[in-house]
């Protein structure tokens, strides 16, 4: 009994000089060690050869089972719910959500797919969980003591310190590998900081590079405890439930943050609701109304490491965790485009749509009008049924043309 404690309390030792030397002190220096850069290398060298392997077991056994591909699923979906799902992929990224036929494929593909089961959630989970515990509980305590500090730029220097420290240790938590671009064109203070938005962790990304003021609706239990730290060192912005519904107020108190030239740039993300990373849904024209400086950025996940898009209305966000924190890891490409301001002549729902295209161009992404608020309500059949007609006089189309060759040759072969 007393050499399995002895074990045991090795074994701990080894974990936490791996979590805290190797891991948490580089990030906290915004240092890498380079593991994280070879570890993605090994897993687009599995990922290639799988694709090749599911490939040829496809040819070699015609009979295997295949996902639907977007043209016939887009009989059942629109142009607009197509947006709230997650994205598909061209091939199987040994995750079990991309393809539920491995097991028909090859036995050492099934093989390889067990052992990714086994790193997942017996090797990175732990780890994840316990840098997710230590930057959270970092980010309580440390703002918290910083809060009892007198206003000076001595305590605005120490809160950026806490927040970007944290929001560092919690990205190393995701195996985050972070590209990013131009940055020259950073947010600066007295502006606003717009995105595109595809999951709460869009945050703890851009906070990586830098700090922002955020902006929300005041929540309870955990996260409230959380705001209400963060709050205590930086001038965070956060609203009661029944100040949300108040446009003129929540105008007002930004207006009022923009105004102070020296404090953190706002971060908000227009669209209001998370979507799947293949596109960018209407800007509300309200972040547009505040005036000041406009800094865009644009984010696109990379969709073969693992689906971080949060589908809200399927995943509650202890389910979400858990499947991020099981995935292989985050890989992302962040662009800071240049600052835009209101032009002569043009209203707040111009400037947005200007603002959308920027972010939408840049990040590779599809530029619709629809309001992203249709996640949460239901989608005209009208719209549906469009979409529905176009894809079905495709398919119709095709099968008219093969059966005319089919007429045409047997009315050939008779007249012989």
Known sequence: ????????????????????????????????????????????????????????????????????????????????????????????????????????ISLRLTVIWVLGVFVRYCVLFPLRITLAIIGLSWLVIGTSLVGFLAESSAKNWLSELVHLTCYRICARGLSATIHYHNRENKPQKGGICVANHTTPIDVVILANDGCYAMVGQIHGGLMGVIQRSMVKSCPHVWFERSEMKDRHTVTSRLRAHVAAKTKLPILIFPEGTCINNTSVMMFKKGSFEIGGTIYPVAIKYDPRFGDAFWNSGKYNMVSYLLRMMTSWAIVVNVWYLPPMTLQDGEDAAQFANRVKSAIADQGGLLDLAWDGGLKRGKVKDSFKEEQQKMYSSIIVGQNGVSSLKVRSENESTQEE
């Open 1 to 104: 009994m007393e050499n399995l404690w002895c074990v045991a309390a090795g074994v701990f030792q080894v974990w936490m000089f791996v979590v805290v030397f190797l891991i948490m002190l580089p990030a906290m220096f915004g240092l890498s060690l380079g593991v994280t850069g070879v570890y993605i290398q090994i897993l687009v060298k599995i990922l290639e050869w799988a694709t090749l392997r599911i490939q040829r077991g496809r040819q070699e056994q015609p009979s295997v089972p295949v996902p639907l591909p977007n043209g016939v699923e887009s009989i059942v979906d629109d142009q607009v719910t197509q947006r709230f799902s997650s994205e598909e992929l061209a091939s199987w990224n040994l995750l079990t959500r991309t393809n539920q036929n491995f097991r028909y």
